[in-house]
């Protein structure tokens, strides 16, 4: 089995993050389990099959905005919650090191105009971030380096308001995900992890 095997587990943003900017996964030989449209409820029952059996040591979790279009139907912030939640306990269980990502902004959603996500996301944020600091669980906040004045995303940053552009992958989120990672392989070298 490979050393510091990274699984990114993730929506539609995970799943074009590989083809948009391929060298990043087949460089770092990371693993990208993005799957486009789904909610968190879709992410928790492939998360044996997509994470836990593949035996990584960390996995990057990027979940919730489809929850919030209400793609398999209406869930409550709790809901979503929950579902991350138990993500992340099933990965605690089997040894695997959890990065927990914010939501990015989105000011609305093109293909369900009725829904306003920008103040829902926020809170979702809130949320995820207030668990992982209790949880003391690797937190990335993307939310804020690519949010514009209007609580969407930054035009540079996204190719539909909800989609991440080439330059959104490579001047904001690369950066900080190998930030986070790079500390949390530090620390688990210095627990004696492996």
């Known amino acids: 089995m490979e050393q510091n095997r990274i699984v990114f587990f993730g929506d539609s943003i995970t799943e074009q993050w590989k083809e948009i900017v391929p060298n990043y996964f087949s460089k770092n030989k990371y693993i990208n389990r993005g799957i486009g449209g789904q909610t968190t409820s879709q992410m928790l029952l492939r998360f044996r099959s997509d994470v836990i059996n593949i035996k990584p040591t960390i996995v990057h979790i990027l979940a919730g905005t489809n929850d919030i279009a209400e793609n398999t139907g209406p869930i409550t912030l709790e809901g979503i919650m929950g579902n991350i939640i138990s993500m992340v306990e099933l990965a605690e269980v089997n040894k695997i090191k959890v990065i927990l990502a914010s939501v990015l902004p989105a000011f609305n959603y093109p293909w369900i105009e009725s829904i306003k996500p920008a103040e829902t996301i926020i809170e979702l944020n809130k949320m995820i971030k207030d668990y992982s600091d209790k949880k003391n669980i690797s937190y990335i906040d993307y939310h804020s380096q690519m949010v514009d004045e209007n609580k969407g995303m930054r035009k540079q940053y996204t190719t539909d308001g ?25 620390r688990l070298k210095i627990n004696g992890c492996y």
């Open 162 to 186: 909800v989609h991440v552009s080439i330059k959104g992958y490579n001047e904001v989120m690369i950066p900080l995900a190998e930030n986070t990672l790079k500390i949390l392989l530090e």
